[in-house]
């Protein structure tokens, strides 16, 4: 059984922050590789930034994400975070978490192959 919701989204003002929160079950946080993407609405789904497991090594898309973003995770509470520092109005998207069965852990959208909902984040 393979469940992703996320939570954490909402309205906020340019410079401020969010954490996104994607809740799961054990078998989820454990795969590979979890990791946040984001979608504006009529553009492809981009990846945010990715954690492999067990080592736990981050990926972000670009530097500019990594600077601002943090994507950690806790296998005792399964849970996928992703804290996002200095937000800009291009940040607005709904972000969505997923997990990936391949060892590979890039962000490819087509990697990955359990997906939550999505969470909106709009920024002013």
């Known amino acids: 059984h393979v469940q992703l919701v996320e939570s954490g989204g909402g309205s906020v003002q340019a410079g401020e922050s969010l954490t996104l929160a994607c809740a799961t079950v054990?078998?989820?946080?454990?795969?590979?590789?979890v990791a946040w993407f984001r979608q504006v609405a009529g553009k492809a789904r981009l990846g945010v930034a990715s954690?492999?497991?067990?080592?736990?090594?981050?990926?972000y898309r670009d530097d500019s994400l990594k600077g601002r973003f943090t994507i950690s995770k806790d296998n005792a509470k399964k849970a996928l975070s992703l804290q996002m520092n200095s937000l800009k109005p291009e940040d607005t998207a709904m972000y969505f978490c997923?997990?990936?069965?391949?060892?590979?852990?890039?962000?490819?959208?087509?990697?990955?192959?359990?997906w939550g909902q999505g969470t909106q984040v709009t920024v002013s």
């Open positions: 054990v078998e989820t946080i454990r795969r590979p590789c």
């Open positions: 954690i492999s497991s067990p080592v736990g090594t981050t990926y």
């Open positions: 997923a997990a990936s069965r391949s060892f590979v852990c890039a962000l490819g959208a087509v990697l990955f192959h359990y």
